[in-house]
T-cell receptor, first 112, second 115 residues
Framework: GEDVEQSLFLSVREGDSSVINCTYTDSSSTYLYWYKQEPGAGLQLLTYIFSNMDMKQDQRLTVLLNKKDKHLSLRIADTQTGDSAIYFCAERRQSSASKIIFGSGTRLSIRP | DTGVSQDPRHKITKRGQNVTFRCDPISEHNRLYWYRQTLGQGPEFLTYFQNEAQLEKSRLLSDRFSAERPKGSFSTLEIQRTEQGDSAMYLC?????????????FGQGTRLTVV
C-alpha cells in the first residue's frame, strides 16, 4: 500500500494490550478498516470506523481515529495467542469509493 | 452461499504460459474486486466491476492482464505470457452496491507460482 503506512512487526506478551498504528494520507477517506490475515487464510474484516467518528469499541477491539493527523490505531485488549496474525489498515477514499487501499500489514506475535 | 470462492487455490505454471483464475462472488453482491498480494505486502488493487461493467483498472494491470465478468456474476482474471514477477496471491472480493460503506468480503485467494 503506497499511501497507508504501518510498522511491520509488533510483539506483545499474552494478556497485555496490543496497539497497532497506521497513518494514511488521503484526508477525504470516508471509511477506515482493520483486516486480519492468518497464515494461509483470506482477509477477515475485524472492524471499521467512519471518518466522522473518533472512537469505536467492539468487545476487545478499540479503534481510535485522529483525523487531523490522519492516524488510526487498533487496540486489542487481553491479547491471546489466537490473535497472532497480520493486521492490515485500509482506507476507502471518497475520490474512489469503489476501492480499498491497504497498508503493508503489521505482524503481531504473542510471547508467553 | 458461504462466501467468495476462488479457483484454483494454487497454480504453478511455466514462464510464458497463460493462466486463468475464477472468482465466484457472494450471490447478491454486484461489486467485484481483484487484488494482488505479494509476500510481505498488503493487497494491491487491480480492478473493479460493478455488475458486468469494469469501472476501474489499476496501472498495475498491464496489457497481459485481462479481467471479465460477462454476466455480472462470476469473474475471470487471465494473465498471458506469465513472467516470474507475476508470482503472487490473487485475491477476489465482493460487496453489495449502493451506500458508501459496503463491506468487502475476500476469498481465500489463488496462489500463482511462475517457474
Amino acid at each position: 500500500g503506497e499511501d497507508v503506512e504501518q510498522s511491520l512487526f509488533l510483539s506483545v506478551r499474552e494478556g497485555d494490550s496490543s496497539v497497532i498504528n497506521c497513518t494514511y494520507t488521503d484526508s477525504s477517506s470516508t471509511y477506515l478498516y482493520w483486516y486480519k490475515q492468518e497464515p494461509g487464510a483470506g482477509l477477515q474484516l475485524l472492524t471499521y470506523i467512519f471518518s466522522n467518528m473518533d472512537m469505536k469499541q467492539d468487545q476487545r477491539l478499540t479503534v481510535l481515529l485522529n483525523k487531523k493527523d490522519k492516524h488510526l490505531s487498533l487496540r486489542i485488549a487481553d491479547t491471546q495467542t489466537g490473535d497472532s496474525a497480520i493486521y492490515f489498515c485500509a482506507e476507502r477514499r471518497q475520490s474512489s469509493a469503489s476501492k480499498i487501499i491497504f497498508g503493508s500489514g503489521t505482524r503481531l506475535s504473542i510471547r508467553p | 452461499d458461504t462466501g467468495v470462492s476462488q479457483d484454483p487455490r494454487h497454480k504453478i505454471t511455466k514462464r510464458g504460459q497463460n493462466v486463468t483464475f475464477r472468482c465466484d462472488p457472494i450471490s447478491e453482491h454486484n461489486r467485484l474486486y481483484w487484488y494482488r498480494q505479494t509476500l510481505g505486502q498488503g493487497p494491491e488493487f487491480l480492478t473493479y466491476f460493478q455488475n458486468e461493467a469494469q469501472l476501474e483498472k489499476s496501472r498495475l494491470l498491464s496489457d497481459r492482464f485481462s479481467a471479465e465478468r460477462p454476466k455480472g456474476s462470476f469473474s475471470t482474471l487471465e494473465i498471458q505470457r506469465t513472467e516470474q514477477g507475476d508470482s503472487a496471491m490473487y485475491l477476489c472480493a465482493s460487496s453489495r452496491g449502493g451506500g458508501e460503506n459496503t463491506e468487502a468480503f475476500f476469498g481465500q485467494g489463488t496462489r500463482l507460482t511462475v517457474v
